[in-house]
C-alpha cells in the first residue's frame, strides 16, 4: 500500500513539474468586445488595437514583477506578451519610424522623444508608458510586450492589482466575455 502511495506522490510532482509555465491563448476574435477596446498608440496615432491585429496572448503561470516605491506607495510592474499581425507591428514600426525622422530632421540633439508608446482599455490610459529613443532602430517583430503596472499600500497588493489589471486586458484580448 505504501509502494501505491510513493508512485502517486512522484506521479503527482512529475505532473506538476510537466506543467507548462506560460499559457499560450489563441485568438478568435469574434467581436465580444469592439475593435479599439485596448488600443496602443504611438504619439497620438493608433499603431494596432485588439481584434484581428492581435494573434495570441501568453499568460505566465508566476509572472516576474519589478517592484518599487513612491510617495509611501508600492508599485509593481509585470509584463504582457502578444503576437501580433504583420499589418499591426509594420504600422507599429512605421509610427515609431516616422516620429523618430522628424525629430532628426528637426536638428534638435534628443535621444528620447516627446511622443510616447501609450497603452489603452476602454479609452482609459493605461498607468505604464513607453519611451522610444531617437537613434534605437526598430526591428519588425511580431512579439510585443505590454507593461502592466499595480499599485497598493504593500508590495503584495500592487502585486494582485497588477495581475488584476492584466486580466482584465488580456479579457478583451483575447475577446472573451
Keep these: 500500500m ?15 513539474a510537466c506543467t507548462p509555465e506560460t499559457k499560450v491563448y489563441k485568438v478568435n476574435y ?3 468586445y469592439p475593435e479599439g477596446a485596448f488600443k496602443v498608440n504611438v504619439g497620438n496615432s493608433t499603431a494596432f488595437t485588439n481584434g484581428n491585429d492581435i494573434l495570441e496572448v501568453y499568460i505566465k503561470k508566476n509572472p516576474e514583477f519589478f517592484c518599487y516605491s513612491v510617495n509611501n506607495q508600492s508599485l509593481c510592474s509585470l509584463e504582457l ?13 512605421s509610427a515609431v519610424e516616422n516620429f523618430q525622422e522628424i525629430m532628426q530632421k528637426s536638428g534638435k540633439n534628443k535621444t528620447i522623444l516627446p511622443q510616447r508608446i501609450s497603452y489603452y482599455l476602454n479609452n482609459q490610459k493605461l498607468e505604464q508608458e513607453d519611451v522610444i ?26 502585486k494582485k492589482n497588477a495581475v488584476d489589471s492584466e486580466n482584465a486586458v488580456v479579457k478583451v484580448l483575447i475577446d472573451k466575455k
Excluded: C, H, M, R
Excluded at 84 to 91: C, E, F, M, R, T
Excluded at 149 to 158: C, I, P, R, W, Y
Design 2 to 16: 505504501k509502494k501505491i502511495y510513493f508512485v502517486l506522490f512522484i506521479l503527482t510532482i512529475f505532473l506538476t
Design 30 to 32: 469574434k467581436l465580444n
Design 81 to 93: 506578451e502578444i503576437k501580433i499581425s504583420d499589418k499591426a507591428a509594420n504600422s507599429f514600426k
Design 133 to 158: 529613443k531617437t537613434n534605437e532602430k526598430i526591428e519588425l517583430n511580431n512579439q510585443f510586450l505590454i507593461p502592466i503596472l499595480g499599485k497598493g499600500n504593500t508590495q503584495d497588493e500592487s
